[in-house]
């Protein structure tokens, strides 16, 4: 079993940076491809990035391309989202996940973390 533990998020302007971390903890990190999803107010959840277990491979939905960074630390069994140039559209809870599987990279991933709030105001 595997625990995910989100944080970083709160409440900031449009234009500025937010970074989140998702602490994982019970199993080996280096076994699981990670990844960052979001669900806004009456929309359904959706795929923000995606990074390999080795960082070779990143994936990223149009909508943050250029914007957002994924990162793994697997020294200290942490990844990381870059948040840069935030919209108010990018307001929503953000989820980290993780699988072992290749079903990541087709966005399928098995375990989840509780969310952080994002909050970009105008």
């Known amino acids: 079993q595997v625990q995910l533990v989100e944080s970083g998020g709160g409440l900031v302007q449009a234009g500025g940076s937010l970074r989140l971390s998702c602490a994982v903890s019970?199993?080996?990190?280096?076994?699981?491809?990670m990844g960052w999803f979001r669900q806004a107010p009456g929309k359904e959840r959706e795929f923000v990035a995606g990074?390999?277990?080795?960082?070779?491979?990143?994936y990223y939905a149009d909508s943050v391309k250029g914007r957002f960074t994924i990162s793994r630390d697997n020294a200290k069994n942490t990844v990381y989202l870059q948040m840069n140039s935030l919209k108010p559209e990018d307001t929503a809870v953000y989820f980290c996940?993780?699988?072992?599987?290749?079903?990541?990279?087709?966005?399928?991933?098995?375990?989840w973390g509780q969310g952080t709030q994002v909050t970009v105001s105008s």
């Open positions: 990074i390999s277990w080795s960082g070779g491979r990143r």
């Open positions: 019970g199993r080996t990190f280096r076994s699981y491809a």
């Open positions: 996940a993780a699988e072992t599987s290749d079903r990541w990279a087709l966005g399928d991933f098995g375990s």
